[in-house]
């Protein structure tokens, strides 16, 4: 590789053109963190691969959107998706447990999470859910509102620009990260 390529922005306009030099050293840069996270958060190196995967076609689909503007820097972006995505994943199968092959048990159960250990740490999601779902209520409107279409509804900063009459996508981004730092607050004033 002739050495990494700097900005953010010569980066997304390379990945918008399909360079696969830039999505390796993307890849080689942000992956690690990725993994990391997910490994303290209940995921496998196999959830970090998918995560990752979906993360950057997420993000070359944006890359190659002529309207779309970074206002973080690519690794934080990509974070942000990937977690996103695993939060939507752990939502799911909190409304519609799967068993996997590993929970279910294998001829190693001893050195494998038990019953009530699975059991335990559904009780410690749902007690999580709950604290979430109690802070986006005491975050008020529109934050509340605001925040329910971005990560439950999926609506795009330009939907929300729309539905919420925001003179243009940055004002509505703008809201979202006060509203979601309003919301960090109150859930970890909560969880303490």
């Given at each position: 590789?002739?050495?990494f ?5 010569q ?13 390796s050293q993307?890849y ?6 990725v993994?990391?996270?997910?490994a ?8 970090a ?9 997420v993000?070359f ?11 973080c ?12 995505l ?5 939502e799911?199968q ?10 279910i048990?294998t ?13 335990k ?19 008020g409107e ?7 279409a971005?990560y439950?509804?999926?609506?795009s900063?330009?939907?929300i ?7 243009n ?8 990260y ?5 919301l960090?607050k109150?859930?970890y004033?909560?969880?303490?």
């Open positions: 590789m002739q050495g390529i700097n900005t953010e922005h980066l997304l306009a390379a990945l918008a053109s399909g360079d696969r030099k830039v999505a993307l080689q840069q942000n992956y690690p963190i993994k990391g996270w997910l303290k958060n209940g995921g496998s190196e196999s959830d691969a998918d995560l990752f995967q979906e993360a950057m076609v993000l689909g944006k890359a190659q959107d002529s309207d779309f503007r970074l206002t820097s690519i690794s934080t972006y990509l974070m942000s998706i990937s977690k996103h695993w939060y939507k994943r752990l799911k909190s409304r519609d447990p799967v068993f996997l092959k590993e929970d048990g001829d190693e159960d001893e050195g494998g999470i038990g019953y009530e250990d699975d059991l740490v559904h009780e410690e999601r749902e007690i999580h859910y709950e604290m979430l779902n109690a802070a986006l209520e005491q975050v529109p934050c509340s509102s605001l925040l329910k971005f439950h509804k999926d609506k900063m330009q939907e620009t729309a539905s919420f009459g925001y003179t996508s940055d004002n509505a981004k703008n809201q979202k006060k509203c979601l730092a309003r960090r109150l859930f004033g909560m969880a303490s």
